[in-house]
């Protein structure tokens, strides 16, 4: 039995975490802040605005009755909880705009979030507040949402269902029909933008983590509106997400566009009512959450104080259904055979009775493999050149050349160059300098914040070196797949080639934590500069991986 109680402990057992990241002194001018950095360590010049979403989380302890759950009722919490709310309200900035990395960010994310979450709060305990208080925070909250009417976010869609929910519950506190307008807008764009394949566009493609996020705001709206829309745009994208979890429950990874690897439950738990794709992935959550080194155990203090609250919410929307069933529905999933093909995003899934594979052919055929016998799994992230001392990867969601037929894949193009930067204190200073003068400015302050996401997320250069890689799809006794790789370059030689390795290049703040794969990645590198290498490896069933090299 998995009861919904699983959504429950992960959160409790992190509340002290939580509380130890909030300034509890109500003699500091920053009493309320969730942004330890900020007001502990010092290390930062303002507080991050997305750590007040951890409001939502203490909001829910508050209310949330069950033996396990000492924060039930407790007037301390309700101070900090109105602390928090408060604090919000001051760190807005003039334009109603919220600030998340850096001051005068104007942040679509922050403001669309944030206030979801300090929206939602005051909807559950507005009678619990001094009318002073309740006052300023509506306050604050229009303005929120008068910066978010008409503004959109297209680039990471996710956004837009947080700033939809958002506008939603300002128009049931204040009844003003502009934010349901609104609200309707950012539904209607994310119906028109949504591709066939059910997915939304994070950066050039398709996330798993990113995906049940927007699901899991959009599944909230249903649940407030009965929007038919919402539920067609939310049915289409549970038929997608579902064939991205491996037997190990392990969800996303390197062959996505932003390489996450968790799943947002509360979406999930709500749907699974009226969807068996959501009954699955629900049931997938609940088993996944038995183990230690499961999220939200391992999300860092950034992440906690910003998501930690759906999991409380799919525990209070938990489908009771689920509690008997749910490894029925993770079994029935996994022993059926299929082949899926996603042209659109590159993407390929085949699930037989010895493997689960997924591969994103526009990531240079990335791919995760999982053993089902011997219970191993495998993650390799394409192709890793070092020439003149930096790197290079196939590995970059690109457009590929690609060859497709029943027993194996071909896909070839350019090496990209590894992106590999760091903050130096010069830039910071300049940075800060320009955000306080021209920065002030929400027009420069909105276009420098998209040249710094192309500078340190999607730019990077191709290489005159080409790469071709055929994966070959084998079915005898011995061996799950065969990969045959080569890399030849025109100018620079190859001093060094790894394959194999988990090894992730965009820069995505909730991507990258350590995720157990139960087997150390397999990794080879390759010296004596050369201008080409082939390498022949493959995949034996209950065995590990062989390889040869040709130069």
Not at 135 to 156: P, Q
Not at 302 to 307: A, E, F, S
């Amino acid at each position: 039995m998995i009861s919904g109680d699983v959504y429950l402990s992960p959160v409790l057992n992190n509340a002290p975490r939580l509380l130890g990241l909030l300034n509890r002194n109500i003699s500091s001018s920053s009493y309320g802040s969730f942004d330890r950095e900020y007001w502990h360590y010092n290390t930062v010049d303002f507080s991050c605005a997305r750590k007040q979403e951890a409001v939502l989380t203490l909001t829910l302890l508050y209310l949330i009755k069950h033996e396990k759950n000492r924060y039930y009722q407790n007037k301390e919490i309700l101070g900090y909880i109105r602390a928090a709310l408060m604090f919000w309200t001051r760190i807005q900035n003039k334009n109603g705009s919220f600030n998340e990395w850096y001051p005068n960010e104007n942040s679509f994310v922050v403001t669309s979030f944030s206030t979801y979450a300090v929206s939602e709060s005051l909807l559950l305990i507005k009678d619990e507040l001094p009318e002073n208080e309740h006052r300023r925070i509506i306050n604050a909250l229009m303005k929120a949402g008068d910066w978010l009417v008409g503004r959109h976010e297209k680039r990471v869609m996710n956004q837009q269902t947080g700033a939809a929910i958002a506008l939603l519950n300002l128009y049931l506190l204040t009844d003003k029909t502009g934010y349901l307008d609104s609200s309707k807008d950012k539904i209607s764009l994310l119906n028109q933008r949504q591709s066939d394949e059910g997915w939304f566009v994070e950066y050039g493609g398709p996330d798993i983590g990113y995906l049940s996020l927007a699901i899991d705001y959009l599944c909230k709206y249903y649940s407030k509106t009965e929007d038919n829309t919402v539920k067609e745009i939310v049915v289409r994208s549970l038929s997608f997400i579902k064939y991205f979890i491996q037997p190990n429950l392990i969800a996303g990874g390197e062959y996505t566009s932003r390489n996450t690897e968790y799943l947002i439950p509360h979406g999930f738990e709500i749907f699974s009512k009226i969807n068996e794709d959501a009954l699955f992935l629900a049931s997938v959550v609940r088993k996944s959450l038995l183990k230690p080194d499961s999220f939200p155990n391992f999300f860092d203090d950034r992440y906690l104080t910003y998501v930690g609250y759906t999991w409380l919410q799919a525990y209070l929307d938990a489908n009771p259904e689920l509690n008997e069933t749910a490894d029925n529905n993770i079994n029935g999933h996994f022993n059926k055979s299929f082949k899926k093909h996603f042209d659109e995003s590159g993407l390929l899934i085949i699930n037989d009775e010895h493997k689960h594979m997924i591969m994103n052919m526009k990531k240079g055929a990335s791919f995760r493999l999982f053993d089902k016998k011997a219970g191993r799994a495998y993650s390799d992230s394409g192709i890793l050149v070092n020439s003149g001392g930096k790197w290079y990867t196939s590995g970059w969601l690109a457009e590929i050349q690609k060859e497709m037929d029943e027993d194996s894949i071909t896909v070839s193009g350019n090496m990209w160059k590894v992106p590999d930067k760091t903050l130096s204190p010069l830039s910071n200073i300049l940075l800060r300098l320009f955000q306080m003068t021209f920065g002030r400015s929400s027009f420069i302050s909105l276009w420098m914040k998209e040249r710094l996401r192309d500078i340190l997320i999607t730019k990077t250069k191709p290489s005159d070196m080409r790469y071709n890689r055929t994966v070959f799809f084998i079915e005898d006794s011995n061996e799950l797949l065969k990969v045959m790789d080569s890399v030849s370059a025109e100018k620079n030689s190859i001093s060094s080639v790894a394959v194999f390795a988990k090894d992730t290049h965009i820069y995505v703040p909730s991507s990258r934590y350590y995720v157990d794969m139960k087997d150390s990645p397999f990794q080879r590198f390759f010296s004596n500069p050369v201008r080409s290498v082939e390498i022949e490896w493959k995949i034996k069933r209950d065995s590990g991986v062989e390889f040869s090299v040709n130069k």
